[in-house]
T-cell receptor, first 116, second 114 residues
Framework: AQTVTQSQPEMSVQEAETVTLSCTYD???????LFWYKQPPSRQMILVIR??????QNATENRFSVNFQKAAKSFSLKISDSQLGDAAMYFC?????????????FGPGTSLSVIP | NAGVMQNPRHLVRRRGQEARLRCSPM?????VYWYRQLPEEGLKFMVY????????ESGMPKERFSAEFPKEGPSILRIQQVVRGDSAAYFC????????????FGPGTRLTVL
């Protein structure tokens, strides 16, 4: 079974600085997606970034970028120029492409605080 | 295009009562997923439905929980005889159904059992 691990329950970053959130996963499959979701205090789940496992190039979305290391099964999220609105829970997630659909498997989350 | 709608946003029930949670997928989406988030935890998959069919309910508790997605109307997650341990946030997600599609999440329903 696939698992997702986030070893940092809490992180903090100074406003305008850069922070990296860690994520590792375990799977025997070769085709899958990886995601980072943001959950602010409103509890809405917001998709931050998506990475297809077959792509070697790391995904980027404005200030958000990932470091995808497929062999190491590592998928970290880097937030540049951190803003107060980035404060939230961040969940790393995995989805298999083995079947025509599949559920998303979430890690336990990292709580990010942004210090003014 | 409205996003995934869930209602109610907050639901309070006493032990032994029934809870009904509703989810309207995004327009054009025929696949619905339900997830549960216990306090201080990540989301856990519960059930996956297509119109009038339950495809995967491997994450559903064996008793008291049921889900449906009728031909017309929203998907319903039903919890009978609620207990305190059912207190959680319940999220619905939808997708058009293609293998490469992203699931889009609703705002969640926070269930509190007194």
């Amino acid at each position: 079974a696939q698992t997702v691990t986030q070893s940092q329950p809490e992180m903090s970053v100074q406003e305008a600085e850069t922070v990296t959130l860690s994520c590792t996963y375990d799977t025997s499959e070769s085709d899958y997606y990886l995601f980072w979701y943001k959950q602010p205090p409103s509890r809405q789940m917001i998709l931050v970034i998506r990475q297809e496992a077959y792509k070697q190039q790391n995904a980027t979305e404005n200030r958000f970028s990932v470091n995808f290391q497929k062999a190491a099964k590592s998928f970290s999220l880097k937030i540049s120029d951190s803003q107060l609105g980035d404060a939230a829970m961040y969940f790393c997630a995995y989805r298999s492409l083995k079947t025509s659909y599949d559920k998303v498997i979430f890690g336990p989350g990292t709580s990010l605080s942004v210090i003014p | 295009n409205a996003g995934v709608m869930q209602n109610p946003r907050h639901l309070v029930r006493r032990r032994g009562q029934e809870a009904r949670l509703r989810c309207s997928p995004m327009k054009g989406h025929s696949h619905v997923y339900w997830y549960r988030q216990l306090p201080e935890e990540g989301l856990k998959f519960m059930v996956y439905l297509q119109k009038e069919n339950i495809i995967d309910e491997s994450g559903m508790p064996k008793e008291r929980f049921s889900a449906e997605f009728p031909k017309e109307g929203p998907s319903i997650l039903r919890i009978q005889q609620v207990v305190r341990g059912d207190s959680a946030a319940y999220f619905c997600a939808s997708s058009p159904g293609h293998i490469t599609d992203t699931q889009y999440f609703g705002p969640g329903t926070r269930l509190t059992v007194l």
